[in-house]
């Protein structure tokens, strides 16, 4: 009989623009080693997870990042009062600041096991540090540059040519083939995800992605590269196919090793017509496609889990080349009864 | 011109690069032909074996052939540097 441990996840917005938190759900219901009772996290009401009850047991609404680490405390020490959670897994980039200054408290103060990236290596993979990351890590960035002003945009026309990506904090990136629509993908970014905006240099190729988990010592656990074969209006992946490129794994594998890499992570490359690949983003988390991983026989999620676990974890073997994921969308029929309750309760 | 060994070709004629993630289509000459690639026969094997068996002058082979192959080569199915 496996054991049964219970998971807090988040990133239960199942949406056009997906959160990680169900497909990272699926995966740890796959586990051969341990059943899973699986805790939803949400900040809105209206997330799908919540009400996808064979995946998620029960669910508690938690304050948003901006609420700052007590309140996050309080609130998890309340939904541990109630579910005895062993491991959390966080699954959005702007909370991710607030678990990881509580990950010794929740460990020794709740008995809550996490793996994240340490502070340091959240910092230097940031889009407005990406470059000097790439620099000291051996592998191609397109140029970039921070941008707190739209005063800035003339000087920013003597480094870059057009067209250029203007990329949020967190989020959303643009191409911009003007000085006027830098001006405006600046409002808009700011506006949504705050400062510093970063302009990038743009990159034409195709974009391939790789998911993957470091142990923390420098082992790559598991890397499994993805193309997007079909892109949402919001550029993410709708579908897409695990790739036989050791290459790219290793450039991933590189990363990993150089920086220590501690958990889940997605990195996002172009590659170019001359095969040369330009990291152009990290993700300190598991990417939404994550459960393509497990599909290909990487279990990427039920590892992470293992590790935070203390339980040690040998690197992957072989990954299946050639399996795609498609998504669809889904309509649940709710009972107002749930919203109510979610909505005034904060439970589910 | 090689085919890239990890390209797999189904007996539909349907053609995945596992490195691009690129799938395509061939009709039953072109199975024909990048199955004789992938085997390293060369051009004038494949020019026998196909004015063999259909009935086709070298001319329109030539100019078919090198249409085909260009196409493998643009969608980085021929291995490179041959």
Known sequence: MKPKITVAVSGLNN??????????????????????????????????????????????????????????????????????????????????????????????????????????????????????????????????KMMFSTNEISAIATEFSYPMVVKGKFYEAYIAYNPEQVANYFNKLSAKWGLPIIIQEYVFGSEVNV????????????????????????????????????????????????SKWRGGMELEFIKTAENKYYLLEINPRFPAWVYLAAGCGHNQPEALVKLALGKSVEPFGDYEIGKMFIRYSYDMIVDLKEFEQISTIGEL | M??????????????????????????PIGLEIIRMLKDEKGKDDIRKAILSKYNADESTFEKDYYDFVMMLQNNQVGDEGE
């Open chain 1, 211 to 258: 998911t993957a988990l470091g142990d923390g010592k420098g082992n790559a656990i598991s890397a499994v590269p993805m193309r997007k074969l079909f892109i949402t209006d919001k550029g993410k992946a709708w579908a897409g196919i695990s790739l036989d490129d050791d290459e790219l794994v290793n450039i991933a594998k590189n990363v990993i090793s150089s």
């Open chain 1, 15 to 144: 949406i056009d623009s997906p959160g990680p938190g169900i497909p990272v759900i699926r995966a740890l219901k796959e586990s051969k080693d341990f059943d899973v009772n699986i805790i939803g996290l949400s900040y809105e009401t209206l997330e799908p997870g919540l009400y996808m009850h064979d995946l998620v047991n029960k669910s508690y609404q938690i304050p948003l990042p901006s609420a700052g680490v007590d309140s996050l405390m309080e609130r998890l020490s309340y939904i541990n009062n109630q579910e005895n959670v062993d491991v959390v897994i966080p699954n959005f980039d702007a909370e991710l600041a607030n678990f990881m200054k509580l990950e010794q408290r929740l460990k020794t103060e709740l008995g809550i096991s996490m793996f994240l990236p340490t502070q340091e290596q959240f910092d230097e993979r940031h889009k407005a540090n990406l470059y000097e990351f790439g620099q000291k890590h051996g592998v191609s960035v397109p140029y970039s």
């Open chain 2, 2 to 27: 090689k085919i890239k060994k990890n390209v797999a070709i189904s007996e539909s004629g349907f053609i995945f690069n596992p490195t691009t993630g690129d799938s395509f289509s061939t009709n």
